[in-house]
């Protein structure tokens, strides 16, 4: 069975500094890999998904991942974080989901 | 405009009692989920349903109840039987070709047991 795990359930940036969120997945099969964002007390949004075709993956608000099957691990950055980017963040894989319990991003000005 | 709708927003309940939750969409999707969701804990599924009149257990499924009797409709019952239901909840629904679906979330109900 596929299993997801996000490393760290807290990450804290300044404002325009890098932001990066850690996945990694176990799986033999290709995997559907998928990072989603969610403001408290709100439902999740999806940012973007891996889906095979291309292994670095563009999504909203300026993220992206890159899909690393020797490392089996697919990574959410940002160049340049900004405050509106605090939320928490969640990796999520295979069809039904299986989801990382998450991690929450902070953004200091 | 399309989407999911969950309702209400909160909900309190005593022990002992069973609640539904509400879950519509317009998407016109196929196949719809629960989950729940405790902090640090990520989102757990509880049920899904990949066609109407059918439905799966998820890894939590036991003390909730669900059907499936339109394609719009979902709903989820917390029952007696479920020891620690205070939790948010949040259901989404995909296309359902069995692929990599985007799931779109609702906004959630948050229940309380009091």
């Known amino acids: 069975a596929q299993s997801v795990t996000q490393l760290g359930s807290h990450v804290s940036v300044s404002e325009g500094a890098l932001v990066l969120l850690r996945c990694n997945y176990s799986?033999?099969?290709?995997?559907?890999l998928f990072w989603y964002v969610q403001y408290p007390n709100q439902g999740l949004q999806l940012l973007l998904k891996?889906?095979?075709?291309?292994?670095l993956v563009k999504g909203i608000n300026g993220f992206e991942a890159e899909f690393k099957k020797s490392e089996t691990s697919f990574h959410l950055t940002k160049p340049s974080a900004h405050m509106s980017d605090a939320a928490e963040y969640f990796c999520?894989?295979?069809?039904?989901?299986?989801f990382g319990k998450g991690t929450r991003l902070s953004v200091i000005a | 405009d399309g989407g999911i709708t969950q309702s209400p927003k909160y909900l309190f309940r005593k022990e002992g009692q069973n609640v539904t939750l509400s879950c519509e969409q317009n998407?016109?999707?196929?196949?719809m989920y629960w989950y729940r969701q405790d902090p640090g804990q990520g989102l757990r599924l509880i049920y899904y349903?990949?066609?109407?009149?059918?439905?799966q257990k998820g890894d939590i499924a036991e003390g909730y109840s669900v059907s499936r009797e339109k394609k719009e409709s979902f709903p989820l019952t917390v029952t007696s039987a479920q020891k620690n239901p205070t939790a948010f909840y949040l259901c989404?629904?995909?296309?359902?070709?069995?692929?990599?679906?985007?799931?779109?979330f609702g906004p959630g109900t948050r229940l309380t047991v009091l």
């Open positions: 349903s990949q066609i109407v009149n059918d439905f």
């Open positions: 989404a629904s995909s296309i359902g070709t069995g692929g990599p679906d985007t799931q779109y």
């Open positions: 799986s033999s099969v290709p995997p559907y």
């Open positions: 891996y889906t095979s075709a291309a292994t």
């Open positions: 999520a894989g295979n069809t039904p989901l299986v």
């Open positions: 998407l016109n999707h196929d196949a």
